[in-house]
């Protein structure tokens, strides 16, 4: 199993930003990725962005496209995501989530990955 621990969420005022971490502990030699997903109040869950251990790749929503920034510590087993110029359609529970080696379908695809953290909220006020 992989454990996933999030932190960074907060409270700001619309066009500042924040520094989300997810931390990945246990076995994340069986993981190739990780992932960013939010889901806001009433609506479905929807993927952010994500980014493989290996290489340089990098995907994005187009709703956060130029505005996040997704990066990785390998030796530290971590993934941040650099939120900037914030607004308050992006207020949601922001949740880390790690795909298996296994894994199939793209890194936009919810159904690959298979741990999740806890969330951790962001609210951007207006």
């Known amino acids: 199993q992989v454990q996933l621990v999030e932190s960074g969420g907060g409270f700001v005022q619309a066009g500042a930003s924040l520094r989300l971490s997810c931390a990945a502990s246990g076995r994340t030699f069986l993981t190739s990725g990780m992932g960013w997903f939010r889901q806001a109040p009433g609506k479905e869950r929807e993927f952010v962005a994500a980014i493989p251990w290996r290489g340089s790749s990098t995907y994005y929503a187009d709703s956060v496209k130029g505005r996040f920034t997704i990066s990785k510590d390998n030796a530290k087993n971590t993934v941040y995501l650099q939120m900037n110029s914030l607004k308050p359609e992006d207020t949601a529970v922001y949740y880390c989530?790690?795909?298996?080696?296994?894994?199939?379908?793209?890194?936009?695809?919810?159904?690959?990955?298979?741990?999740w953290g806890q969330g951790t909220q962001v609210t951007v006020s207006s």
């Open positions: 989530a790690a795909d298996r080696i296994s894994s199939s379908g793209s890194y936009y695809d919810e159904q690959r990955y298979k741990n």
